[in-house]
Protein backbone atom coordinates (compact mmCIF):
# COMPACT_ATOMS: atom_id res chain seq x y z
CA UNK A 1 0.00 0.00 0.00
CA UNK A 2 1.19 3.41 -1.22
CA UNK A 3 0.95 5.82 1.94
CA UNK A 4 0.54 9.09 -0.28
CA UNK A 5 -1.81 7.42 -2.45
CA UNK A 6 -3.73 5.93 0.08
CA UNK A 7 -4.21 9.44 2.65
CA UNK A 8 -5.22 11.21 -1.37
CA UNK A 9 -8.12 8.76 -1.96
CA UNK A 10 -9.03 9.27 1.80
CA UNK A 11 -9.20 12.97 1.98
CA UNK A 12 -11.10 12.80 -1.02
CA UNK A 13 -13.75 10.92 0.60
CA UNK A 14 -14.28 13.48 3.48
CA UNK A 15 -10.86 13.14 5.05
CA UNK A 16 -10.62 12.14 8.62
CA UNK A 17 -14.16 10.88 8.70
CA UNK A 18 -15.20 7.63 12.05
CA UNK A 19 -14.65 4.77 8.84
CA UNK A 20 -11.83 6.67 7.15
CA UNK A 21 -9.34 7.21 10.02
CA UNK A 22 -10.29 3.34 11.09
CA UNK A 23 -9.59 2.02 7.44
CA UNK A 24 -6.29 3.71 7.91
CA UNK A 25 -4.89 2.28 10.71
CA UNK A 26 -6.02 -1.18 9.59
CA UNK A 27 -4.22 -0.75 6.26
CA UNK A 28 -0.96 0.71 8.32
CA UNK A 29 -1.41 -3.29 10.62
CA UNK A 30 -1.52 -4.72 7.63
CA UNK A 31 1.50 -2.96 6.18
CA UNK A 32 3.83 -3.97 8.80
CA UNK A 33 2.57 -7.70 8.46
CA UNK A 34 3.49 -7.89 4.83
CA UNK A 35 6.59 -5.75 5.41
CA UNK A 36 7.54 -8.38 7.88
CA UNK A 37 6.69 -11.22 5.50
CA UNK A 38 8.37 -10.25 2.73
CA UNK A 39 11.70 -9.20 5.06
CA UNK A 40 11.57 -12.71 6.56
CA UNK A 41 11.55 -14.54 2.92
CA UNK A 42 13.69 -12.24 1.54
CA UNK A 43 16.55 -13.05 4.37
CA UNK A 44 15.95 -16.61 4.21
CA UNK A 45 16.73 -16.70 0.46
CA UNK A 46 20.27 -15.31 1.74
CA UNK A 47 20.51 -17.61 4.47
CA UNK A 48 20.25 -21.30 2.69
CA UNK A 49 22.28 -19.06 -0.10
CA UNK A 50 24.87 -18.53 2.45
CA UNK A 51 24.92 -15.05 2.09
CA UNK A 52 23.94 -13.81 4.84
CA UNK A 53 24.67 -16.18 8.60
CA UNK A 54 21.04 -18.23 9.33
CA UNK A 55 20.12 -16.23 12.77
CA UNK A 56 18.23 -18.22 15.80
CA UNK A 57 14.55 -15.86 14.64
CA UNK A 58 14.77 -17.24 11.08
CA UNK A 59 15.81 -21.05 11.90
CA UNK A 60 12.35 -21.18 14.17
CA UNK A 61 10.80 -19.10 11.15
CA UNK A 62 12.25 -22.03 8.69
CA UNK A 63 11.46 -24.76 11.17
CA UNK A 64 8.34 -22.83 11.28
CA UNK A 65 7.17 -23.31 7.61
CA UNK A 66 8.73 -26.07 7.28
CA UNK A 67 5.97 -27.71 9.62
CA UNK A 68 3.17 -25.58 8.47
CA UNK A 69 3.09 -23.44 11.08
CA UNK A 70 3.13 -19.44 11.07
CA UNK A 71 6.37 -18.02 12.00
CA UNK A 72 6.19 -16.62 16.14
CA UNK A 73 7.55 -13.01 14.90
CA UNK A 74 4.54 -13.39 12.09
CA UNK A 75 1.66 -14.41 14.72
CA UNK A 76 3.12 -10.80 17.17
CA UNK A 77 1.93 -8.79 14.44
CA UNK A 78 -0.98 -10.08 13.70
CA UNK A 79 -3.29 -13.28 15.06
CA UNK A 80 -3.20 -16.40 16.46
CA UNK A 81 -4.04 -19.27 13.40
CA UNK A 82 -3.56 -23.06 13.63
CA UNK A 83 -1.99 -23.36 10.19
CA UNK A 84 0.32 -21.42 7.53
CA UNK A 85 -2.87 -22.10 5.44
CA UNK A 86 -5.90 -20.66 6.87
CA UNK A 87 -3.55 -17.80 8.20
CA UNK A 88 -2.00 -17.02 4.61
CA UNK A 89 -5.91 -17.38 3.65
CA UNK A 90 -7.22 -14.45 6.24
CA UNK A 91 -4.21 -12.50 5.17
CA UNK A 92 -5.62 -12.98 1.62
CA UNK A 93 -9.15 -11.48 2.76
CA UNK A 94 -7.24 -9.23 4.86
CA UNK A 95 -6.24 -7.54 1.96
CA UNK A 96 -8.81 -7.76 -0.11
CA UNK A 97 -11.03 -6.37 1.87
CA UNK A 98 -8.95 -3.40 2.98
CA UNK A 99 -8.17 -2.93 -0.99
CA UNK A 100 -11.79 -3.21 -2.22
CA UNK A 101 -12.86 -0.49 0.78
CA UNK A 102 -9.71 1.44 -0.63
CA UNK A 103 -10.59 1.85 -3.91
CA UNK A 104 -14.16 1.60 -4.59
CA UNK A 105 -15.60 3.06 -1.32
CA UNK A 106 -17.38 0.95 1.60
CA UNK A 107 -18.67 -2.58 0.32
CA UNK A 108 -22.36 -3.60 0.66
CA UNK A 109 -21.74 -5.90 3.81
CA UNK A 110 -18.42 -6.02 5.66
CA UNK A 111 -16.22 -9.29 6.90
CA UNK A 112 -16.04 -8.46 10.76
CA UNK A 113 -13.22 -11.14 10.80
CA UNK A 114 -11.04 -9.37 8.33
CA UNK A 115 -10.18 -6.81 10.67
CA UNK A 116 -7.64 -6.67 13.33
CA UNK A 117 -9.83 -4.42 15.55
CA UNK A 118 -13.50 -5.79 14.96
CA UNK A 119 -14.35 -3.54 18.03
CA UNK A 120 -12.85 -0.33 16.82
CA UNK A 121 -14.77 -0.85 13.58
CA UNK A 122 -18.16 -1.45 15.55
CA UNK A 123 -17.06 1.68 17.17
CA UNK A 124 -16.58 4.02 13.90
CA UNK A 125 -20.28 3.05 12.92
CA UNK A 126 -20.93 4.64 16.40
CA UNK A 127 -19.58 7.69 15.80
CA UNK A 128 -20.69 8.11 11.86
CA UNK A 129 -24.45 7.76 13.06
CA UNK A 130 -24.01 10.01 16.40
CA UNK A 131 -22.83 12.55 13.71
CA UNK A 132 -25.58 11.97 11.39
CA UNK A 133 -27.36 12.70 14.07
CA UNK A 134 -25.80 15.37 15.77
CA UNK A 135 -29.04 17.70 14.84
CA UNK A 136 -31.27 15.38 16.89
CA UNK A 137 -29.60 15.65 20.08
CA UNK A 138 -27.24 12.47 19.80
CA UNK A 139 -24.36 11.41 22.05
CA UNK A 140 -21.70 8.88 21.71
CA UNK A 141 -22.47 7.72 25.31
CA UNK A 142 -25.84 7.10 24.71
CA UNK A 143 -25.65 5.23 21.69
CA UNK A 144 -25.99 1.43 21.93
CA UNK A 145 -25.32 -0.85 19.12
CA UNK A 146 -28.07 -3.03 18.26
CA UNK A 147 -28.30 -6.25 15.67
CA UNK A 148 -31.31 -7.62 13.63
CA UNK A 149 -30.28 -11.16 11.41
CA UNK A 150 -31.26 -11.04 8.15
CA UNK A 151 -32.54 -14.00 5.81
CA UNK A 152 -30.17 -13.78 3.34
CA UNK A 153 -26.64 -14.44 2.72
CA UNK A 154 -23.99 -12.15 1.97
CA UNK A 155 -23.83 -13.08 -2.70
CA UNK A 156 -27.92 -10.89 -2.18
CA UNK A 157 -26.67 -7.93 -0.74
CA UNK A 158 -26.28 -5.29 -3.53
CA UNK A 159 -26.68 -1.54 -1.38
CA UNK A 160 -25.33 -0.80 2.33
CA UNK A 161 -28.00 0.05 4.83
CA UNK A 162 -29.28 3.65 5.21
CA UNK A 163 -28.23 3.30 8.50
CA UNK A 164 -25.12 1.25 10.00
CA UNK A 165 -23.56 -1.53 8.44
CA UNK A 166 -23.99 -5.26 7.73
CA UNK A 167 -21.88 -8.32 8.41
CA UNK A 168 -21.22 -11.61 6.69
CA UNK A 169 -19.27 -14.80 8.10
CA UNK A 170 -20.46 -14.86 11.58
CA UNK A 171 -20.51 -18.49 12.73
CA UNK A 172 -22.91 -20.33 16.17
CA UNK A 173 -21.13 -22.96 17.45
CA UNK A 174 -23.12 -25.80 18.94
CA UNK A 175 -26.40 -24.24 17.99
CA UNK A 176 -27.64 -23.99 14.00
CA UNK A 177 -30.08 -20.65 12.33
CA UNK A 178 -33.56 -21.40 10.32
CA UNK A 179 -33.25 -18.80 7.59
CA UNK A 180 -36.80 -19.27 6.87
CA UNK A 181 -38.13 -19.21 10.52
CA UNK A 182 -35.83 -16.56 11.73
CA UNK A 183 -34.96 -18.98 15.11
CA UNK A 184 -31.82 -20.57 16.42
CA UNK A 185 -32.03 -24.61 16.47
CA UNK A 186 -30.72 -27.43 17.30
CA UNK A 187 -27.28 -28.45 15.62
CA UNK A 188 -27.27 -31.04 12.94
CA UNK A 189 -25.35 -34.09 14.07
CA UNK A 190 -21.72 -33.63 14.09
CA UNK A 191 -22.01 -30.08 12.81
CA UNK A 192 -20.30 -28.31 15.22
CA UNK A 193 -20.57 -24.44 12.99
CA UNK A 194 -23.31 -23.17 11.07
CA UNK A 195 -23.02 -19.74 9.13
CA UNK A 196 -25.10 -16.86 10.27
CA UNK A 197 -26.92 -14.65 7.14
CA UNK A 198 -25.87 -10.93 7.10
CA UNK A 199 -26.63 -9.50 10.62
CA UNK A 200 -27.18 -5.87 10.36
CA UNK A 201 -25.63 -4.03 12.96
CA UNK A 202 -27.11 -0.31 13.36
CA UNK A 203 -26.79 2.06 16.32
CA UNK A 204 -30.00 3.57 18.45
CA UNK A 205 -29.76 6.45 21.03
CA UNK A 206 -31.35 6.31 24.90
CA UNK A 207 -32.57 2.94 24.07
CA UNK A 208 -32.48 0.08 26.77
CA UNK A 209 -29.85 -2.81 26.10
CA UNK A 210 -31.46 -5.39 28.12
CA UNK A 211 -32.36 -8.19 25.94
CA UNK A 212 -36.35 -8.96 24.79
CA UNK A 213 -38.15 -12.05 25.62
CA UNK A 214 -37.58 -14.68 23.36
CA UNK A 215 -34.50 -13.45 21.84
CA UNK A 216 -30.83 -14.94 23.11
CA UNK A 217 -27.97 -12.69 23.68
CA UNK A 218 -25.14 -14.50 21.88
CA UNK A 219 -21.58 -13.41 22.46
CA UNK A 220 -19.44 -12.90 19.39
CA UNK A 221 -15.80 -13.83 19.18
CA UNK A 222 -13.25 -13.25 16.74
CA UNK A 223 -11.17 -16.37 17.38
CA UNK A 224 -12.63 -19.45 18.24
CA UNK A 225 -11.21 -19.47 21.93
CA UNK A 226 -13.37 -18.18 23.89
CA UNK A 227 -11.56 -15.51 26.25
CA UNK A 228 -12.14 -11.56 27.01
CA UNK A 229 -9.20 -10.93 24.73
CA UNK A 230 -11.34 -12.17 22.14
CA UNK A 231 -14.46 -10.59 22.92
CA UNK A 232 -15.75 -8.46 20.38
CA UNK A 233 -19.71 -7.63 20.86
CA UNK A 234 -23.12 -9.67 21.44
CA UNK A 235 -25.49 -9.71 19.07
CA UNK A 236 -29.21 -10.97 19.68
CA UNK A 237 -30.86 -14.02 17.76
CA UNK A 238 -34.67 -15.20 18.05
CA UNK A 239 -35.36 -17.83 19.98
CA UNK A 240 -38.73 -20.28 20.18
CA UNK A 241 -38.26 -20.36 23.78
CA UNK A 242 -40.27 -18.10 26.16
Not at 105 to 133: D, I, V
Amino acid sequence: YNKVEMKKILDSRGGPTPYNIFLSQEIDRMQVVLSLVKRTLEDLKLAIAGTIIMSSTLQDALNSLFDARVPPKWLAVSWDSPTLGYWFSDVLKHCEQFTDWLLNGPPPSFYLNGFFNPQGFLTAMKQETTRKNNANGWALDGVVVKTEVLKVGVDKIRDPPDDGVYIHGLHLEGAAYDRVSGLMRESEPKVLFDELPVVHFFAQFNVSSAVPQGFYRCPVYKLPRRTALNYVTDITLRTNNT
